[in-house]
């Protein structure tokens, strides 16, 4: 749990001087709802490209470069089967806007429908604003953390979104809940992570 007013939650186990820009371009693209390689590259990011190969993206049936129905195609065009795709982002900040209450400002990136055609299934996959008394909270659930690398890296993304979502529904950010499962150190990391 982190009070986004008591300071940006940068976790020490990983250096973040290089990996700044690149947590807000991919935050960015996330937004933006794409799912091209192109469109994080013409920023300089490259942290998405060794899953858009030729090797990776044939036997799903992509085009190289495209990387199927990732985080951005989830947050801005959910396809659960229903009669149109679902833009959850701006589903939740129309809602926090008419009804902050509401117990549903929910964001799922987990799509059974289309958790198979992506080689790298959503590792934060949900997540839920929370309002009270003018002040926002986000909690976010990922299945799958790789502690030393992406777990400083996404908490740094979700404190950005949570004081993005805030100033555009005119609330104050409070906090950043996260609750990880299936938390992990890969072997290769050890001897850095001791």
Not at 12 to 30: I, N, P, Q
Not at 66 to 75: E, H, I, R, T
Not at 158 to 166: D, E, H, P, Q, S
């Amino acid at each position: 749990r982190f009070d986004v007013n008591n300071g940006f939650p940068l976790i020490t186990t990983r250096s973040m001087k290089g990996s700044w820009k690149a947590m807000v371009y991919e935050l960015l693209w996330f937004l933006s709802g794409s799912t091209k390689i192109a469109d994080l590259n013409k920023n300089g990011i490259h942290i998405w490209d060794i899953w858009a190969t030729p090797e990776i993206c044939g036997p799903l049936g992509l085009e190289p470069g495209d990387l199927g129905p990732v985080y951005g195609k989830q947050w801005r065009a959910f396809n659960g089967g229903g009669p149109q795709p679902v833009d959850q982002i701006k589903k939740v900040v129309d809602d926090l806007k008419s009804n902050p209450d509401s117990r549903r400002l929910v964001v799922s990136a987990w799509n059974p429908v289309d958790v198979e055609k992506v080689f790298v299934a959503p590792c934060h996959c949900f997540f839920k604003f929370f309002h009270a008394q003018g002040k926002l909270s986000l909690h976010v659930f990922q299945r799958s953390a790789d502690v030393p690398i992406g777990v400083p890296f996404d908490i740094a993304e979700y404190a950005l979104l949570l004081m993005m979502v805030a100033q555009v529904t005119n609330l104050k950010s409070k906090d950043l809940v996260y609750t990880f499962s299936d938390t992990h150190i890969y072997l290769n990391q050890i001897e850095q992570v001791k």
